[in-house]
C-alpha cells in the first residue's frame, strides 16, 4: 500500500502519554556489545592467533628496480620501459597518465 507522505497527520493527546509511560515501565535495555555478549563471555577470552600469522604474511622479497623499468611520477607505478610515454620536467611518465 503506498503511503502519502505529504498528507496532514492527525496527533492524538493520549498516544504520547501513553507512550512516555510505557518507555518509563521498560526500564534500562542493554545495547551494542553489551547485549551482543552472552553471560559467559569474557572480554578476555577473545584469542587471536595472530602471532602465528605474523611469520608468514610477513615474508616478502624486494626486489630493487630493475635496468627495463621505471617509475612513473604520475601514479608511482613501476613499469616496463616499453610503456614510458615521456620524461618531463619531474622525471618518467607512463602511456596510461600521459593520456
Known sequence: MAADYDAPRH???DDGKESIEAFKDQG???????ADLDDGDAAGGFELDAPDLLD?????VVVPIQEHEFTCVECFLVR???QL????AL?????????
Open 11 to 13: 496527533a492524538n493527546e
Open 91 to 99: 622525471g618518467s611518465v607512463c602511456f596510461e597518465c600521459a593520456a
Open 56 to 60: 608468514d604474511a610477513l615474508d616478502v
Open 28 to 34: 534500562t535495555q542493554k545495547v551494542g556489545l553489551v
Open 80 to 82: 616496463p620501459r616499453f
Open 85 to 88: 610515454d615521456h620524461q618531463s
